[in-house]
C-alpha cells in the first residue's frame, strides 16, 4: 500500500495530524466495503440507465430522477485540495462529464476559466444554477454536448476526468484517450481521479485500473510524472481511487 500523496501533497500541518485518521478509515473501507455490483444505488441506475434508447437520454433520465449515485454533491476533496495549494495549472481547464459542476465552479478563478462538459441537459441546468449563485461566474463555462464530437477552437493547459473515463463503454477509451491529446496543449497537464479500481462486471461504472489507462495514454506519448492512493477519497472509496497526473513529452495536440 501506498500513503506518499500525503506526503508529495498533502504537507499542511492539519493533515499531517489526520493521515492516521485517513489510514485507518482506508483499512476499514477496504474490508468491509461491498462491491459496486451489490450496492442497490448503483443497480438501480443502471436499470434505469440501460432501458433508454440511446446513452444520450440514458444519462438524461437518469439525472432527472435523481439516480446519480457518483455525484458526490459537492467538489471532489483531493481536486480542492490542489487548487488550494496552488497544485494545478494555470490558463483553461477542462472537465468532461461535469455533472451538477461542483468542480467546475470550486476550481475556477481569475487565473483559471474552467469549462464543463456534459451530454445530459438536465445535468447541465443543475450546473448553471450552482453557478448562478457563485461569484465565480465570469470564470466558467457549462456546454450541453458530447465530448467525443466537440471541437473547441482554443486548446487547454488542464483536463480532469472523475468519473468519465468509468462511465463510457470500454471499446471507447481509445476514442477517449486520443481526443485528450486532441484537446490539451502541448505541455498540458491531464489528472485522472481512477475509479472504481476493483473487479465487478458491467457498467456504468464500468471497472477500472491503472493499466487501462496507461494502455490508451502511453501510445499518445503521455506518461505519468505522478500515481498515488488517493487518501482524500470520501470513505467508501477508500483504496478505490488512485490520483494520476500525466504529461507528454513531445507534441501531438490539434484542433
Request: hydrophobic share 35%; charged share 20%; glycine share 6%.
Amino acid at each position: 500500500m501506498q500513503f506518499s500523496l500525503l506526503h508529495h501533497l498533502y504537507n499542511s500541518p492539519t493533515l499531517r495530524i489526520i493521515a492516521p485518521y485517513y489510514s485507518r478509515i482506508r483499512f476499514k473501507n477496504m474490508s468491509t466495503e461491498k462491491p459496486i455490483s451489490a450496492n442497490p444505488k448503483v443497480n438501480q441506475f443502471q436499470q434505469v440507465f440501460h432501458s433508454e434508447s440511446t446513452t444520450t437520454n440514458g444519462w438524461d433520465k437518469c439525472w432527472e430522477e435523481e439516480l446519480t449515485p457518483w455525484d458526490l454533491g459537492r467538489p471532489t476533496p483531493v481536486l480542492v485540495h490542489l487548487h488550494n495549494t496552488g497544485s494545478l495549472p494555470k490558463g483553461r481547464a477542462l472537465i468532461p462529464g461535469c455533472g451538477s459542476g461542483h468542480d467546475v465552479v470550486a476550481i475556477a478563478s481569475s487565473d483559471l476559466h474552467v469549462v464543463g462538459l456534459d451530454i445530459s441537459e438536465n445535468a447541465i441546468k443543475k450546473a448553471t444554477e450552482l453557478c448562478s449563485e457563485s461569484p465565480k461566474t465570469d470564470h466558467v463555462t457549462f456546454l450541453k454536448t458530447d465530448f467525443f464530437t466537440w471541437c473547441p477552437t482554443q486548446l487547454f493547459d488542464l483536463i480532469f476526468d472523475y468519473t468519465f473515463f468509468c462511465a463510457i463503454e470500454p471499446e471507447l477509451r481509445s476514442l477517449w484517450a486520443r481526443k485528450m491529446s486532441d484537446l490539451l496543449k502541448s505541455d498540458g497537464e491531464l489528472i485522472t481521479l481512477m475509479y472504481p479500481i476493483d473487479d465487478h462486471e458491467g457498467g456504468p461504472p464500468y471497472k477500472v485500473s491503472v493499466a487501462d489507462y496507461k494502455e490508451v495514454l502511453h501510445p499518445l506519448g503521455f506518461k505519468a510524472t505522478q500515481i498515488v492512493d488517493n487518501e482524500l477519497a470520501i470513505a467508501p472509496r477508500m483504496g478505490r481511487e488512485k490520483l494520476g497526473r500525466w504529461k507528454r513529452s513531445t507534441s501531438q495536440s490539434s484542433l
